[in-house]
C-alpha cells in the first residue's frame, strides 16, 4: 500500500480474493480506488476526501474499500476507469459496477456515498451491471482495404489543430503514435506537433517530458513524467530526424536518454515513472530553486512494456546517430527483461522485490516481442529465438476469437470477462508483421491479418489516436519494406539501410542467401538487384515505393 493511502484512516485491502469474500459475508458493496504514484490528483484526493476522519468512517462502516495501482493492475485498470485517475468505483461482492466517478471532493464523496447506499438498500446486487466493453462483444469484422489509410488521413486533417499543432481542441496528450503515421504521410503536422510538444511539455532543466497539457494550446501541463510517454516520444523524435535530419529533433530525444539514463535508471533497468510532486510547485520553480529543492520521488518498479518501449526508442536513436550510450543502456534493460522477466516465453509484468506481477499480458507481449526485433534489426542481437517464444504465447494463450485478449480469461470481478483492446491488439499485428518479415513463418502474419480484419468492420469509427491501425493494414496490403544485408550489423552498408527515409521498414544484418558486401531490398515478391554502396541501396529501394 503507498504512503499516501496509508496515511488516510480508509482501511484499504489490496486487490485479492479477500475483499471480495468480506464484501459477500457482510452484504456490503466495494468502493475501489484506482490510483497511481505519479497522479498529483490521486495523493490530492487521498488528504482531501479520503484523509477526513468522517469520510473515512463511513467508508469503513459501509463498504469494503480496496486500493489498486492502476501500473501494476492493468487490467483491473481498464475494466473500471471511470475516464482519469483517481477513479472511484463502488461494484457488487461479485465485482459488476454500481457507479463510478473520477476526482470526488469531501461534499461530493459524502453525496455519492449516500447515493450508493440508497441503491445498494433498494436494490442489493441486481443493480450490477456488465460494461460494455466487457460483455463478451466481438468487435464487427470486415475486410481491409486502401480506404482505412486513408480514412485516417482524413481523421488527421478534421481533427488537427491549426492554431496549436496537435490533433483535437481540448486537453492535449503527445500522442506519439499518430506523429509516427503523421510523419509519413502529413508530416508538416507531424513536425509542427512536435515543435509544439517540445515548447511546452519537455522539462528544460532535467529533460524529459510531462504527461500531457489540460489546455488545448499546450497550456497547464501535468507534470508527472511516465516511463512509457518518454519512451515513446524518444522514438517519435528519433523518426522525425531520420526524415528531416533537423537537430531541431534529435536534441529533445537526447536530452530525455539523458533523463532515462540517469533519474529513472534503477541501476538494470528503468523506473515506471516520476510524480509530479506535491501540489506540481517543484516543476514551476526557477533552475536554481529546483536545484536546492527535493525532487519529486520515483517508483523504482520496473515493468515489462515500458521497458521495452525504452529498448525499442533508444536501439532507434542509436540506429540513427550511432550513440552509443544509447545502445550500452538498451543492451542493458534488454538483458534484464531476458533475464528476470521472460520465462519460457511468458512475461512477467513486473518483480518487485518479492512482489510478482502478472504473467501474459498482451500490452507486455507485444512491446516485448518489438524490442527483441528491434535489436535484431539494429544490433544483430541473437534474439529472434526469444521473440518466437513470446509471440507463441501470445497466440497460444490470448488469441481468441480472431484477435488478442488483454491478458488471461482468468481473475476476480470483471478480470474474467474478454477485453480486446484496439490499441493492443495493433501494437501485437505490427510486431508480428515485423517478426514474419525477418523468419519468413507465415502463421505470424496470418494472425496479424486476422487480427486486423477482427476490427476493419469498425474502422469508420476510428479517430487518429489509433492510426496504428491504418498503418498496419498499410502494411498487410502493400507489404513491408525489407532490407535484407550480408554484412554484420554495424557495417556501413548496414547502417546505411537502417537510414533509409521509411520507419516502418524492416532490417536483417547477416541476411542468409545475401553476399557479403551487399544489400538486397525485397516488398513482397518483388526485389531489387544486390546493392553495394550506400548510394547503390538509395536508390534500389526507391524502385520499390508503393505507387
Known amino acids: 500500500m503507498d504512503e499516501h493511502a496509508a496515511r488516510t484512516g480508509v482501511e484499504w485491502y489490496e486487490w485479492g480474493p479477500e475483499p471480495f469474500k468480506i464484501a459477500d459475508r457482510a452484504g456490503k458493496p466495494i468502493l475501489l480506488s484506482l490510483s497511481a504514484t505519479w497522479c498529483s490528483w490521486c495523493h490530492e484526493m487521498d488528504e482531501e476526501t479520503y484523509g477526513d476522519p468522517r469520510i473515512a468512517a463511513n467508508i469503513n462502516d459501509g463498504f469494503v474499500p480496496v486500493r489498486v495501482d492502476v501500473d501494476r493492475h492493468p487490467r483491473v485498470r481498464e475494466r473500471y476507469n471511470m475516464g482519469g485517475f483517481p477513479s472511484t468505483v463502488f461494484l457488487t461482492p461479485e465485482g459488476e459496477l454500481l457507479t463510478g466517478s473520477g476526482y470526488l471532493g469531501p461534499e461530493g464523496m459524502r453525496q455519492v456515498i449516500t447515493s450508493v447506499r440508497k441503491m445498494w438498500d433498494g436494490k442489493g446486487s441486481s443493480a450490477g451491471r456488465v460494461p460494455r466493453a466487457v460483455s463478451g462483444d466481438s468487435p464487427p469484422a470486415g475486410q481491409i482495404r486502401e480506404e482505412i489509410e486513408r480514412h485516417f488521413l482524413g481523421a488527421l486533417h478534421e481533427t488537427y489543430d491549426e492554431r496549436a499543432g496537435g490533433w483535437g481542441t481540448n486537453a492535449k496528450f503527445p500522442m506519439p503514435r499518430t506523429i509516427e503515421f503523421a510523419l509519413k504521410r502529413e508530416r508538416e503536422q507531424a513536425e509542427r506537433t512536435l515543435s509544439a510538444i517540445s515548447a511546452n511539455l519537455f522539462d528544460e532543466y532535467a529533460g524529459g517530458f510531462f504527461r500531457y497539457a489540460a489546455e488545448g494550446n499546450w497550456a497547464d501541463p501535468h507534470y508527472e513524467k511516465l516511463l512509457d510517454t518518454n519512451a515513446a516520444l524518444v522514438r517519435a523524435f528519433a523518426n522525425a530526424y531520420l526524415y528531416t535530419g533537423t537537430e ?37 520553480l526557477e533552475p536554481t530553486e529546483r536545484e536546492q529543492a527535493e525532487a519529486p520521488p520515483v517508483d523504482t518498479t520496473v515493468f515489462a512494456d515500458r521497458n521495452a518501449l525504452a529498448v525499442d526508442a533508444l536501439l532507434t536513436y542509436y540506429a540513427y546517430t550511432d550513440e552509443n550510450r544509447a545502445r550500452r543502456y538498451a543492451e542493458r534493460a534488454l538483458d534484464h527483461l531476458q533475464r528476470e522477466l ?9 518483480l518487485e522485490g518479492d512482489e510478482r506481477g502478472e504473467r501474459l499480458l498482451l500490452a507486455d507481449h507485444a512491446h516485448t516481442l518489438a524490442a527483441l526485433i528491434t535489436a535484431r534489426e539494429v544490433l544483430g542481437a541473437d534474439t529472434i529465438e526469444t521473440a518466437r517464444t513470446v509471440a507463441d504465447a501470445a497466440i497460444e494463450e490470448l488469441f481468441d476469437e480472431s484477435s488478442f485478449r488483454d491478458g488471461p480469461a482468468t481473475g476476480l470481478g470483471l ?22 518479415a525477418i523468419t519468413g513463418t507465415e502463421r505470424y502474419r496470418d494472425v496479424a491479418r ?3 480484419e477482427t476490427f476493419a468492420g469498425a474502422y469508420d469509427r476510428f479517430g487518429p489516436q ?6 498496419v493494414t498499410t502494411r498487410l496490403l502493400n507489404e513491408t519494406l525489407t532490407i535484407h544485408v550480408g554484412d554484420a550489423a554495424g557495417s556501413d552498408l548496414h547502417r546505411a539501410a537502417l537510414r533509409v527515409g521509411d520507419h516502418e521498414k524492416v532490417v536483417v544484418p547477416d541476411a542468409t542467401g545475401v553476399e557479403d558486401g551487399t544489400a538486397v531490398a525485397r516488398r513482397g515478391d518483388r526485389s531489387t538487384d544486390p546493392a553495394a554502396t550506400p548510394d547503390e541501396l538509395e536508390r534500389s529501394v526507391r524502385t520499390l515505393s508503393i505507387a
Not at 466 to 471: I, K, L, M, Q, S
Open 248 to 284: 531541431e529533433y534529435r536534441e529533445p530525444a537526447e536530452r530525455t536518454i539523458d533523463y532515462l539514463t540517469t533519474t529513472l535508471w534503477t541501476g538494470s533497468a528503468f523506473a515506471g515513472s516520476q510524480s509530479a510532486g506535491e501540489g506540481a510547485g517543484y516543476y514551476t
Open 342 to 350: 521472460i520465462d519460457d516465453g511468458t512475461v512477467l509484468h513486473y
Open 415 to 436: 478480470l474474467d470477462k474478454p477485453l480486446r483492446p484496439l490499441d493492443g491488439n495493433v501494437e501485437m499485428a505490427d510486431a508480428l508483421l515485423d517478426l514474419y
Open 450 to 452: 486476422e487480427t486486423v
Open 466 to 471: 489509433v492510426t496504428g491501425f491504418g498503418a
